[in-house]
T-cell receptor
Framework: DADVTQTPRNRITKTGKRIMLECSQT?????MYWYRQDPGLGLRLIYY???????NKGEISDGYSVSRQAQAKFSLSLESAIPNQTALYFC??????????FGPGTRLLVL | GDSVTQMEGPVTLSEEAFLTINCTYT??????LFWYVQYPGEGLQLLLK?????DKGSNKGFEATYRKETTSFHLEKGSVQVSDSAVYFC?????????????FGKGTLLTVNP
């Protein structure tokens, strides 16, 4: 089984809808991250969490919110989706100062 | 702030050709450097890393040497295969207060033809 899983893998939604992307990990890491990937821009950090009670904004948090339900689960929500949020979203986990491990990604299309 | 600049692609090579993807960085302190690879339809996988100057990371025939004097971490492979076709990302993690954060380059698409 994969160490970092993301659901759904693909999602099409309409402008104004609320959607949630979910991430689970079995690596026992305290730190979890959400990134978005856009063509030609690399990966940019949306939110990160050092533990269940420690959540922080990244570079591009506007329009997004997160919830850390447990050590192993970190969800990303788009409260009111807009077309420029169309992107590939990745969850990652790590131990402090260690390598980050990435999930397979969720491809989101906002119409 | 920290930044990573890598050569723009796409890069197209024939099988068994030599590969170099350039990566330079700007950072305060003493960052760790990484190469990640993203195969079509998949997430990012760590390819190799180096944590201090003059370290060489290597994996699957790929190598990169941490050059502090030129602030570079170029990726090389002596003989590429079709299965190496992917997007390659150079990244750094600072050793200071922002050591949680990976800063990525924009990625380089490599296509290897048989």
């Amino acid at each position: 089984d994969a160490d970092v899983t993301q659901t759904p893998r693909n999602r099409i939604t309409k402008t104004g809808k609320r959607i949630m992307l979910e991430c689970s990990q079995t690596k026992g890491h305290d730190r979890m991250y959400w990134y978005r990937q856009d063509p030609g821009l690399g990966l940019r950090l949306i939110y990160y969490s050092f533990d269940v009670k420690d959540i922080n904004k990244g570079e591009i948090s506007d329009g997004y919110s997160v919830s850390r339900q447990a050590q192993a689960k970190f969800s990303l929500s788009l409260e009111s989706a807009i077309p420029n949020q169309t992107a590939l979203y990745f969850c990652a986990t790590s131990a402090p100062t260690e390598t980050q491990y990435f999930g397979p990604g969720t491809r989101l299309l906002v119409l | 702030g920290d930044s990573v600049t890598q050569m723009e692609g796409p890069v197209t090579l024939s099988e068994e050709a030599f590969l170099t993807i350039n990566c330079t960085y700007t950072a305060t302190g003493y960052p760790s450097l990484f190469w990640y690879v993203q195969y079509p339809g998949e997430g990012l996988q760590l390819l190799l890393k180096a944590t201090k100057a003059d370290d060489k990371g290597s994996n699957k025939g790929f190598e990169a040497t941490y050059r502090k004097e030129t602030t570079s971490f170029h990726l090389e492979k002596g003989s590429v295969q079709v299965s190496d076709s992917a997007v390659y990302f150079c990244a750094l993690r600072n050793s200071g207060g922002s050591n949680y954060k990976l800063t990525f380059g924009k990625g380089t698409l490599l296509t290897v033809n048989p």
